[in-house]
């Protein structure tokens, strides 16, 4: 008679990565990328190690937000494997697809190729010891999500969404999948986006052009946190374009509101 294999549990996948937080959101453009990238370099400042793995395998975007589009991650042996280096700025160990592929070429992958490639950066990344790593999710619900989380355990996911009816739909969607039995990964709450805006020669007006409240709403809705609010500022915007992510200045009042949001992750 054969006797029942007795499954091994499986090796924990970076053993020496503390805390795994996953940045998501219903649909694209809501500033995912700009959040995870700010989050990450307010971590940073703050003197935690940060790690920062863009999985939006089909539209990368933290390459050029660290201005870092044309570095390509050398390889090291460590115990007799190749471990890719990630590229460092700003104190963030940092690997994203860009780094290898053109991106126009990744658009035509289908989902096996994209879903082995992240596998690949998140268990042959050379991450070493990590406070926090951040996975800069694709927009929605995909096969990139589900690799993700079978392939290392999450601590939390932060959702951000604008506070627009439409996005809010999406961020629900987004909170569901994290949450469901087949999943399950804590939600560590909402951060609104582009809640307001503030004219430079009217600074005490508040124009809330994606409507008021929204994310504070969905929050208490669906018991989860607001984690903060960060306004639509033309310096957040530069700042991603030229490489220079708003976290950098933490004196000014972008930067504080990053690191007051980073202040809520740990
Ligand atoms: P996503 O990752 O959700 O697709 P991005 O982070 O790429 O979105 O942001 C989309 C665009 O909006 C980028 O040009 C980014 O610089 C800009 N953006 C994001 N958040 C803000 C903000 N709070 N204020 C101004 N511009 C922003």
Not at 72 to 90: A, F, H, S, T, W
Not at 210 to 221: H, I, P, Q, T, V
């Amino acid at each position: 008679k054969v006797k029942p294999r007795i499954p091994k549990p499986a090796p924990k996948l970076l053993p020496q990565v503390k805390n795994i937080v996953a940045v998501a959101s219903g649909k694209g453009g809501v500033g995912k990328s700009t959040i995870a990238a700010n989050l990450a370099v307010a971590l940073a400042r703050m003197g935690y190690n940060t790690g920062l793995l863009d999985a939006d395998i089909y539209g990368p975007s933290i390459p050029k937000m660290f201005q870092t589009e044309d570095a390509r991650p050398l390889l090291r042996k460590v115990d007799g494997k190749d471990k890719i280096i990630p590229v460092e700025k700003y104190g963030v160990k940092i690997l994203s697809i860009g780094y290898f592929v053109n991106p126009e070429d990744a658009l035509v992958w289908r989902g096996a190729m994209a879903t082995n490639a992240l596998r690949q950066l998140i268990a042959d990344g050379d991450w070493g010891e990590l406070d926090y790593l951040l996975i800069d999710l694709p927009p929605g619900t995909s096969d990139i999500h589900l690799t993700a989380v079978q392939t290392i355990s999450i601590t939390g996911a932060v959702i951000v969404s604008t506070p627009q009816d439409v996005a809010l739909a999406d961020a629900r969607k987004g909170i569901s999948m994290f949450t469901s039995d087949k999943i399950n990964v804590p939600v560590l709450g909402l951060v609104e986006n582009m809640s307001w805006f503030t004219p430079a020669e009217l600074p005490d007006n508040k124009y809330y052009i994606f409507g008021e409240g929204g994310c504070r709403r969905l929050a208490d809705e669906l018991k989860t946190k607001l984690l903060g609010q960060i306004p639509i500022v033309q310096s957040i915007r530069e700042g991603g374009d030229k490489g220079e992510p708003s976290a950098l200045n933490p004196d000014t009042i972008t930067g504080k509101a990053f690191t007051e949001l980073a202040q809520t992750v740990v």
